[in-house]
């Protein structure tokens, strides 16, 4: 029988040893959750006969409906934020710039939500039966296929944690990773499933939340056992502690009364990872019980490798028991590598070039015109390379606080973006992009919606990108490779030079306003 004060400082402990991964992954997790939580209640009477059939009413008189009643009950104080938000800030370009219109226009967060999603998604012409029939099936898909599976990916970073330091969040994709998806699906679905209908008698939706608690945990260090196995397993550990676990839930009581007065951040930031590594702690002392009384199916608990004590940083997956080389490697990227001068040279020119046919694929396929951009002449816009390997010699620092990071990217390409912006018009007196009239945008030279985008880009390159892209060019021979430097390095500063006093300039290129 645990000590819930015990417990508790154990998983403070392991909290502390990964606390900015296990933040992420409870952001992300309650990110993907908060988006499947929908209800909508079928009103008939909006039905009226046209022309012999039944017309539906469109999607935003759906919306309307729904969110009638809450708009004429409450949130005044809200409205008149809006409506004078939408008196003096009006943008006029880009997503995030539509989505602040709608909600200043409608006075309402949600509603005014809702309505841009339906503009952005049906324009308004699909009808409610649609809506609602194909929401339910993308919901339960998701569910079943996504959310459910990362929950078990979720616990098994958590059991990892507890006794390595070095745990990667790439666990999250543990199902897949060792091709036990199927049965992870099946068995978190029908515990779904089962939770929904015993959500139907209330009390018993709370009993049988304990009851099943330890399903995922149980996947997480073995996803060979059977759905049947598994809900056995289960129930009979947590068989006379549901009411300890209630117990437990209670005791966070405390910090959930004070998260009131931080507008929900302290859920996020501290509460919500706080109680996920103490029920891993729950389940590491459930499960040496279940494997003392030999339950049954606690033969599947069989991976010694999370509960016992090791100096090894990361936890040896070619030793976890359903490891196959053969049907299915582990991925490993090591973002903590270190950066030839070679390497950073090339990664610049590729993603200048990705960069420019990023940017020319999208007024050709757009307009059907083909536009050279940028201010040089040649095939490159170097500020998506000058972005790139900033991120990875700045920010390399970072990479075990994804959120931290995130930020740190938005702020380094913000300062690129914006520097490069001030400097062209210093020069030429003349506009190579200009974001005025978007969403929180800075002079023009940069705007919230762009530095989201950077942000989650450079993060992507961190993590991914540039570990994958510095493998490839390894493989250059040496010698070629610096050739091929001096020659791109040669070329770059030629176009520089003519195009300081001849720019690349025109239709699609700098015909833009004045701020």
Sequence with gaps: MWKRKELKKKARKNLKKNYWRILGISLLLAFIASGLKVTHQVDRTAMHLVGGRFELPSNAQIVNDWYFDIRQSGASQNNQVLEFLGEHYTPKKGALAHIYNRMTEEKSALYGFLNAMDDFLFKDKATEGMIILAGTILMILFLALVSNVLAVGQCRFLLENRTYRESRMGRLAFPWRVKRWKKTVFTMFKRSFLLFLWDLTIVGGIIKRYSYKMIPYILAENPDIGSRDAFALSRRMMNGYKMRGFLLDMSFLGWRALNLFTLGILRHVWITPYTETAWAEVYATLRQEALEREYRGAEYLNDTLLFEESDAEEYPVEQYPLYNSEAKRWIRIDYHRNYTVRSLILMFFS?????????????????????????????????????????????????????????????????????????????????????????????????????????????????????????????????????????????????????VVHPNSGAGITDYENH
């Design 351 to 499: 993603f200048s070039m990705i960069g420019w046919l990023w940017e020319v694929s999208l007024h050709l396929f757009g307009d059907g015109v083909f536009v050279n951009r940028g201010f040089f002449h040649g095939p490159w816009l170097p500020i998506y390379g000058v972005g790139g390997v900033l991120v990875v010699v700045l920010l390399k620092r970072f990479v075990d606080k994804p959120l931290l990071l995130f930020f740190m990217t938005m702020v380094v390409c913000g300062i690129v973006e914006y520097a490069a912006g001030y400097i062209l018009w210093e020069m030429k007196q003349m506009y190579w992009w200009n974001y005025s009239g978007y969403f929180l945008n800075l002079h023009g030279r940069i705007c919230a919606e762009g530095l989201l985008v950077f942000g989650l880009g450079g993060c992507a390159f961190l993590y991914v990108v540039a570990p994958f892209f510095d493998e490839i060019l390894k493989k250059i021979p040496r010698r070629i490779a610096i050739i091929s430097c001096v020659i791109l390095l040669t070329v770059f500063a030629a176009d520089s030079a003519y195009s």
